[in-house]
């Protein structure tokens, strides 16, 4: 069992920036490709990020390619997601998890956090 908890949320204006970590309990964290999903009141959830297990590969969203970027410490079993020239449509619950493939899909992952909201005021 892998146990998720984001921090770092908080509310920021148009423009600023924010830096969510995702801290996991589990001593194979290096194991497992993570990820970051968004949710926003009455959408479905949505990627955002992904990370392989060494951190050699990522995967963007196009929606945030160029002003979000993962990253992750295997030695401190965490997960980052760096937010910059945030945007009101950014505002939602962000949410990290872990699964065995990078990949889009919220199926494709195994374990989930219990979020973190961002809200962004124009």
């Known amino acids: 069992q892998v146990q998720l908890v984001e921090s770092g949320g908080g509310l920021v204006q148009a423009g600023g920036s924010l830096r969510l970590s995702c801290a996991a309990s589990?001593?194979?964290?290096?194991?497992?490709?993570m990820g970051w999903f968004r949710q926003a009141p009455g959408k479905e959830r949505e990627f955002v990020a992904a990370?392989?297990?060494?951190?050699?590969?990522?995967s963007h969203a196009d929606s945030v390619k160029g002003r979000f970027t993962i990253a992750r410490d295997n030695a401190e079993n965490t997960v980052f997601l760096q937010m910059n020239s945030l945007k009101p449509e950014d505002t939602a619950v962000y949410y990290c998890?872990?699964?065995?493939?990078?990949?889009?899909?919220?199926?494709?992952?195994?374990?989930w956090g219990q979020g973190t909201q961002v809200t962004v005021s124009s």
């Open positions: 998890a872990a699964g065995p493939t990078i990949s889009s899909s919220v199926a494709s992952y195994q374990y």
């Open positions: 990370i392989s297990w060494s951190g050699a590969t990522t």
């Open positions: 589990t001593r194979t964290f290096s194991s497992y490709v």
